[in-house]
């Protein structure tokens, strides 16, 4: 079973860079036909879909964040990172890595749940002005 666990910082000041990294064990970051999202849950909303990058490197990124945010890899180290840059408060929430399979990889809300198979347990961060 695939295993994710996400790091970074539990608070951000405003307008800086938020980096988080999720480190995946029991998988290959690299798999064919696979993606490696990030998503998040601010206080009293659903899941946000953000992005993934795929098994073959490629990116997809929510076109509400698109102008902010970017995702990379480090295959060395079977690793994915998310930066997300200028935050505000709105983008204080629960971030979670997760992974799938397939070619359909967006989803909404509760959907996400079922979409994605395999979940880090989610890190917490505030962004303080």
């Known amino acids: 079973q695939v295993q994710l666990q996400e790091s970074g910082p539990g608070l951000v000041t405003s307008s800086q860079t938020l980096s988080l990294t999720c480190t995946v064990s029991g998988g290959a970051i690299t798999s064919r036909n696979s993606a490696w999202g990030w998503l998040r849950q601010p206080p009293g909303m659903g899941l946000q879909w953000m992005g993934v990058?795929?098994?073959?490197?490629?990116?997809h990124i929510s076109s509400f964040l698109e102008s902010r945010a970017s995702i990379s890899r480090d295959t060395t180290k079977n690793q994915f990172s998310l930066q997300l840059s200028s935050v505000t408060s709105d983008d204080t929430a629960v971030y979670y890595c997760a992974s799938t399979t397939g070619d359909n990889y967006y989803c909404l809300g509760s959907g996400c749940r079922g979409l994605y198979d395999d979940w880090g347990q989610g890190t917490q961060v505030t962004v303080t002005s």
């Open positions: 990058i795929t098994g073959d490197g490629s990116t």
